[in-house]
C-alpha cells in the first residue's frame, strides 16, 4: 500500500522557469510533511518542510503548499535553475501521544526534476 | 560538523552470503535510523535507534536482518543470508532530537550500495 505517492516519475524545466513538483498522501494521520532532494551517490538532503496547521510554507526559491483536504503537497521552486537537477522525494510523518513515530518517514517514489540551461 | 558516515559505500556478494553495513552518525545525534532504498522507490524506514535502545524494528525482516547500536553512537546492519531481493542502497540516518518536528529532519549518509547476485 503506498501511502505517499509521487506520480510524476520525471520533470523538464527550462532554466528560470518555475517547477511544480506534486505529492499525493492516503493516509489522514500524516501531520508533518517533508521535501528531500537527492543527488546521485549521495545521501538525501532535507529541503523544506510543512506541518498540516499551515498550508503554505516558503524558504527563498522554495515553496511548500499543503491541501489537507485534497491530501495534496507540491513543491514549487522560482526560479528553477541548473543546480536544481536532481530527485526529489515527498516524505510524510505523524505524531502520535508518546511521540515514537518521530523521524519514521514514508516516503514517495521520487520525481527526477531536470533544469535545462 | 562532519556528516554521517557509512561504509563500505559498495559491496557485491553472491545470495546466502552475508554482508555488514557500519554507520557513524553525527556527533550527538542520539536517534539513528537504517532506511533501506530500493531501485526506483523512496526510502524504507527498517530500524530505528534511540542511544542503543530499539523504538522500532518492525519493518525488519528478522529472519536474515538484525542491526545494533552498541554504547549508543555507531551502528552496524548485518544481512544473513542474502537474497537477491535484498539488492538495494541502505541509507543510515541520524536525528539530534527525539521528539519534535524537529526530530523528523533526518541527515543521511551517502549510503551502502549492495547487490546480490
Known amino acids: 500500500d503506498q501511502q505517499v505517492k509521487q506520480n510524476s516519475p520525471s520533470l523538464s524545466v527550462q532554466e528560470g522557469r518555475i517547477s511544480i513538483l506534486n505529492c499525493d498522501y492516503t493516509?489522514?494521520?500524516?501531520?508533518?510533511f517533508l521535501w528531500y532532494k537527492k543527488y546521485p551517490a549521495e545521501g538525501p538532503t532535507f529541503l523544506i518542510s510543512i506541518s498540516s496547521i499551515k498550508d503554505k510554507n516558503e524558504d527563498g526559491r522554495f515553496t511548500v503548499f499543503l491541501n489537507k483536504s485534497a491530501k495534496h503537497l507540491s513543491l514549487h521552486i522560482v526560479p528553477s535553475q541548473p543546480g536544481d537537477s536532481a530527485v526529489y522525494f515527498c516524505?510524510?510523518?505523524?505524531?502520535?501521544?508518546?511521540?515514537?513515530?518521530?523521524?519514521?518517514?514514508?516516503f514517495g517514489q521520487g520525481t527526477i526534476l531536470t533544469v535545462h540551461p | 560538523e562532519a556528516g554521517v558516515a557509512q561504509s563500505p559505500r559498495y559491496k557485491i556478494i553472491e545470495k546466502r552470503q552475508s554482508v555488514a553495513f557500519w554507520c557513524n552518525p553525527i556527533?550527538?545525534?542520539?536517534?539513528l535510523y537504517w532506511y533501506q532504498q530500493i531501485l526506483g522507490q523512496g526510502p524504507k524506514l527498517l530500524i530505528q535507534f534511540q542511544n542503543n535502545g530499539v523504538v522500532d524494528d518492525s519493518q525488519l525482516p528478522k529472519d536474515r536482518f538484525s542491526a545494533e547500536r552498541l554504547k549508543g553512537v555507531d551502528s552496524t546492519l548485518k544481512i544473513q543470508p542474502a537474497k537477491l531481493e535484498d539488492s538495494a542502497v541502505y541509507l543510515c540516518?541520524?536525528?539530534?532530537?527525539?521528539?519534535?518536528?524537529?526530530?523528523?529532519?533526518?541527515?543521511f549518509g551517502a549510503g551502502s550500495r549492495l547487490t546480490v547476485l
Open positions: 493516509n489522514s494521520m500524516f501531520d508533518y
Open positions: 556527533s550527538g545525534h542520539a536517534t
Open positions: 540516518a541520524s536525528s539530534p532530537r527525539s521528539t519534535g518536528s524537529g526530530a523528523n529532519v533526518l541527515t
Open positions: 516524505a510524510a510523518s505523524w505524531i502520535f501521544i508518546g511521540g515514537t513515530s518521530y523521524g519514521k518517514l514514508t
